[in-house]
Structure formats: structure tokens, C-alpha cells
């Protein structure tokens, strides 16, 4: 009776080795189909990611609805609303600019960006600039115009770094 035993008891740990081992399998075959899965998703999501990035590239570029008479500045900012007369302060701040400084300007409210995917840009004389800090710079050469003629050195020191202070550091607390 003793051998009977014995050799169940082999038999039947065979078979659980067997089913052990069948059950690993099916795992390791589970996990690799998991990982195919995983990779052609990945992979999926980047080529939607790729073809949104063009299609929002195509959209960047500067397209002007209207030409502005020659010696005439487009400025391209962002429509008003109701509560605000812009929601971005650069376009605020050029916008202040051409007024202060009475250089003619038309104002083309749209969403547009430009070539830098910012707003404000403007267009003139056939000339596109964007960033509001370069097209007052492009502005003060084109007009021969210096605002800040009649500071000394040091209040044009102390100017420069209180406009850089105020425009770079105050920007996140809008966001």
C-alpha cells in the first residue's frame, strides 16, 4: 500500500509541476500581448501628437486679412471683450505705446499668431515683427524716436530694470 502511495503521490506532483508550468506560460504570453498593447498605444498617441503639432503649425503662421496702408502699422491683438478692453497686457501695453507716441495704427482683432505664436505682432511696410518689447524697439528705429531721451544714464539703468522687473516677474500671476 505504501508503493501506491508513493507513486500518487509522484504522479500528482508531476501534474502540478506540469500545470505550474502551463500557468506560467500563459502568463509570460499574456504579459508580452500586455506589452503590445502598451507600445502600439504609445506609439499611436505620438502620431496624433505629431500630426496635431503640424496642424497647429499651419495655424501659427502670421496671416493678415487686411494691408495696411503704406507708413501705416497693422497691429494683430486679440479681440476685446465686455470686461476688458485686451485680456493680454502686451497687447495693452503696445497698443498704449502707438497712442502715446501718435504713430498711425489699425487694429486687426483676431486669434491669429505670429511666426512666434505670440500675439501682439504687427505688419508694416510690408515688414512683420512680433514680441511687443521688439516692435517697440523696431518702432523707435523705424520713426526715429527715442522716449527716453531726456533721462540720464542712470534713470535709463534704473528704467530698463524696473520695466524688465515688472514684465518678467509679474507675468506668472497672471497665468
Not at 496624433?48 to 486679412?65: G, H
Not at 515688414?127 to 544714464?153: C, T
Request: charged residues 20%; contains cysteine; glycine residues 2%.
Amino acid at each position: 500500500m505504501a508503493s501506491n502511495d508513493v507513486i500518487n503521490l509522484v504522479l500528482s506532483s508531476h501534474s502540478l509541476n506540469s500545470l505550474h508550468s502551463t500557468a506560467q506560460s500563459k502568463m509570460a504570453i499574456d504579459l508580452y500581448r500586455l506589452i503590445g498593447v502598451v507600445v502600439s498605444a504609445c506609439v499611436s498617441i505620438f502620431l496624433l501628437l505629431v500630426v496635431q503639432a503640424i496642424l497647429v503649425f499651419r495655424k501659427l503662421k502670421p496671416k493678415s486679412s487686411r494691408k495696411g496702408r503704406n507708413g501705416t502699422v497693422v497691429l494683430h491683438q486679440m479681440p476685446p471683450n465686455n470686461r476688458v478692453l485686451n485680456v493680454s497686457p502686451p497687447c495693452l501695453k503696445l497698443e498704449a505705446y502707438l497712442r502715446m507716441n501718435n504713430i498711425p495704427y489699425e487694429s486687426e482683432y483676431s486669434f491669429n499668431m505670429s511666426s512666434k505664436g505670440k500675439v501682439p505682432w504687427i505688419e508694416y511696410n510690408g515688414k512683420s515683427v512680433a514680441d511687443s518689447n521688439f516692435i517697440i524697439r523696431f518702432l523707435n528705429e523705424e520713426f526715429q524716436f527715442d522716449p527716453d531721451a531726456h533721462l540720464s544714464v542712470v534713470e535709463k539703468a534704473i528704467a530698463h530694470s524696473m520695466l524688465v522687473t515688472l514684465e518678467e516677474n509679474t507675468y506668472w500671476y497672471e497665468v
